[in-house]
């Protein structure tokens, strides 16, 4: 009997546990509809989401892992909605403000970015990891998330260069900076932004759209040794940033 009430114990011991690690997530606001106006404002941008009470899984495992990669940014933070469809339904109403109707909805990922007057919402179709999350943090905001292989500041050189009338003057400007660099690896990365910028004053602003098939396609054949398998993510990372897009969720 001894036996039987110390497996129950263990058992008691080891649900707790898991549902204190499902919900914990470090460097995330809890916000509910009682403090999110106070809280959403205070911040450039907060990557908010929205899923069950006790979330777990993958997707919540790259939010969670993203949550901490940020914690030192001052102007961009991490928050969970918690929503209960039992009880007193917390959230439940309050969620439906930005069109998350029902627990088949979730987990659902909505961006709120200063002076915007919607958040910007993740489209399901796309993958829960680490790049993609950061891409559309980046894409929706003035937030800066490093993907692999690229450089911030020609990042945003490759967005000039992308809304500019005269792209040969911030081709130049990016050939200068390049000139500044200390190391082989920036130098490396700054040369393929170069050399993209490059083509698409000879071929156009298709360019970035084709290159991106073609590489998307030779990575499709999976017949890519892994050392220049990295080297192509990397260029379809630095590509990202020649072609920007503002997607409003639709409520």
Request: proline residues 2%; contains cysteine; glycine residues 4%.
């Amino acid at each position: 009997m001894n036996n039987f009430y110390i497996c129950v114990y263990i058992f008691s011991v080891t649900i707790s546990y898991s549902i204190i690690s499902a919900v914990a997530c470090k460097g995330c606001l809890n916000l509910d509809e009682y403090n999110f106006d106070k809280i959403i404002p205070r911040f450039e941008a907060v990557l908010v989401k929205f899923d069950v009470a006790y979330p777990y899984g993958d997707k919540h495992e790259v939010f969670n892992a993203l949550a901490t990669e940020v914690v030192d940014n001052k102007n961009f933070i991490l928050a969970e909605v918690s929503i209960k469809d039992y009880g007193e339904k917390e959230n439940e109403e309050f969620s439906k403000r930005f069109g998350i109707n029902s627990k088949d909805d979730l987990p659902t990922l909505r961006l709120f970015v200063n002076g915007e007057d919607e958040p910007f919402a993740f489209e399901k179709n796309i993958p829960w990891n680490n790049e993609n999350l950061k891409t559309f943090i980046r894409d929706h905001s003035n937030i800066y998330l490093g993907l692999p292989g690229c450089l911030e500041e020609f990042d945003k050189l490759a967005f000039k260069f992308g809304n500019s009338n005269n792209k040969k003057a911030v081709l130049e400007e990016a050939e200068s900076a390049a000139s500044k660099l200390q190391t082989e690896k920036e130098q490396e990365a700054a040369n393929i932004y170069i050399k993209f910028m490059n083509k698409v004053i000879e071929v156009g602003n298709s360019f970035t759209g084709q290159e991106k098939k073609r590489l998307e396609k030779i990575l499709s054949e999976g017949k890519v040794a892994e050392k220049k398998k990295r080297e192509l993510f990397n260029r379809l990372n630095v590509l990202k940033s020649f072609n920007l897009e503002t997607k409003k969720v639709e409520l």
